[in-house]
């Protein structure tokens, strides 16, 4: 691990230093989507981490089954990012506005060497919500500068996930989603792909087939000159990582291109290897027009994230004046994250961290059917890349969900924490997102860990 000469890091820290970050956290600091009475005065601290593993303040070790939220794609503990960051704060941390520097410049090349589209051109932003943000925003200024200068409605999926920020929130309606008053004006939903409780009766191919015909729909009822955009993920995450047949993702391809409506995949989890593939809609053979990404291109080691446009959709942004992308973002592809980003590739690369998300994407859901020896396992969920779901259910013929006093959603991170696992999302829904370097043991400890925390939950339930 890394040596360093900040004290807080060599550690255990001393029961004085632990309680007082309890109390400056608990009277200053505004935990992201919690409730401050859930976690004042035992916010856990983590102070390093290797791997798939973290240890805590004082001393205890997990592995990180979530890999951050969803961005620790490579692991803990690469001090050779660290050296790129260091390298590049100590050159030039910043630019003069209106120009550039090497790891932005270099990291626009990789992007587009490893993007199917070669010609690929990308936008630079801080993170994910704005990069669904630019993504939208170019898609209408695309839909003005190619004769459709009506149209700003946009179609997404209702439970989608896309985004903390007012626009973005407007798409998916997440439920979990504080109420925000109107939406963004044209802001349109349609019917979500679940795999497990199929959203019409049919066999899933011809449901999934029906699911996307409802943009279709959508298009046509609102008029197609009015509809600039439709957005969805490969993979739902936020709706227990749903994995759609290969035909969905073709079928919403096929109508973008019918009715001239900008494709834009939602890889702010998915992209990077998380699917088997660099980029989620590969494994069905398909090539949306703007792919907004964050997370894993830097392995959440510094914030960035990125609107990828295929070399079409770039190209209507050149001209005079009036073709102009006016939209800025003052810290967006700042040179450390992308000299981050960079030396992160640079290790997907080297260690083929998307093949083994491939294989460990395999290994882990052959594992998981295991867990069906217990009776409230109702579905598993996974075998594209490193991204899996067990659900639980009280009943596996009617696929009852447990009602909400079972308590699962605090009893299942317990359960798994106590076995030394993290995680973010578990509770009628254990979702699986660990770093793509992880091995057979590691996934197999995941895998027990489950195990022996159903174990318990039955007995806590009696079931
Ligand atoms: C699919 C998807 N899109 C967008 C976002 C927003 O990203 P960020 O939290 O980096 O703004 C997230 C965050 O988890 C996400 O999962």
């Known amino acids: 691990m890394t040596a360093t000469t900040n004290p807080d890091i060599t550690h255990p820290l001393s029961g004085e230093r632990i309680e007082e970050l309890q109390q400056i956290a608990g009277d200053h600091l505004f ?53 790129a960051v260091y390298a590049q704060m100590t050159a030039i941390d910043s630019p003069p506005a209106g120009s550039s520097t090497i790891p932005q410049i270099e990291l626009a090349g990789k992007v587009a ?33 190619k004769g459709k200068g009506g149209a700003f409605k946009v179609i997404s999926r209702r439970y989608s996930y896309h985004g903390g920020t007012a626009m973005s929130v407007s798409l998916g309606r997440s439920p979990a989603a504080d109420p925000m008053g109107p939406e963004m004006p044209g802001a349109l939903h349609v019917t979500n792909w679940n795999s497990y409780r199929l959203p019409f009766v049919g066999d899933p191919v011809d449901v999934a087939i029906k699911c996307a015909n409802e943009f279709e729909e959508v298009i046509k009822h609102q008029g197609p000159e009015t509809v600039a955009a439709m957005i969805a993920e490969p993979v739902s995450a936020a709706y227990g990582i749903q994995i759609p047949p290969a035909e969905y993702w073709q079928r919403l391809r096929e109508i973008a291109d019918k009715y001239n409506v900008v494709l834009i995949a ?79 590739l640079k290790i997907f690369e080297r260690e083929d961290l998307v093949g083994n998300s491939r294989r460990m994407g395999t290994y882990l859901y052959e594992q998981l059917q295991t867990l069906f020896s217990h009776n409230i396992v109702g579905d598993v969920r996974g075998g594209l890349g490193l991204l899996a779901a067990v659900e639980l259910v009280s009943d596996r013929k009617s696929k009852s969900p447990f009602p909400a006093a079972a308590g699962l959603a605090t009893k299942m991170p317990k359960m798994l924490f106590d076995r030394n696992i993290v995680t973010f999302r578990a509770g009628d829904v254990i979702s699986l997102c660990p770093p793509l370097s992880i091995n057979k043991e590691e996934i197999d400890f995941i895998v027990d860990a489950i195990d022996g925390a159903l174990e318990e939950l039955e007995i806590e339930l009696g079931v």
């Open 113 to 145: 060497e490893l993007y199917p589209d070669h010609g690929a051109r990308s936008f630079f932003v801080s993170g994910g919500s704005e990069a669904v943000e630019t993504a939208v925003k170019m898609a209408k200024k695309y839909s003005q500068l």
């Open 266 to 344: 939602d890889e702010v989890i998915t992209g990077f290897g998380r699917l088997g593939e660099w980029f989620g809609p590969t494994n069905w053979g398909v090539q949306p027009d703007i792919t907004a990404v964050a997370k894993a291109i830097t392995s959440g080691y510094a914030p960035l994230g990125a609107a990828i446009a295929t070399k079409k959709i770039a190209d209507a942004f050149i001209g005079g004046p009036n073709e102009t992308f006016r939209h800025l973002i003052t810290f967006g592809g700042h040179p450390i994250a992308s000299a981050a980003a960079l030396a992160n």
């Open 31 to 83: 935990m992201h989507a919690a409730q401050t009475n859930d976690w004042r005065g035992k916010l856990r601290v983590y102070v390093r981490g290797e791997g798939v593993w973290v240890e805590t303040a004082t001393g205890e070790r997990h592995l990180d089954a979530m890999a951050g939220l969803w961005y620790k794609s490579a692991g803990y503990g690469r001090t050779e990012i660290a050296d």
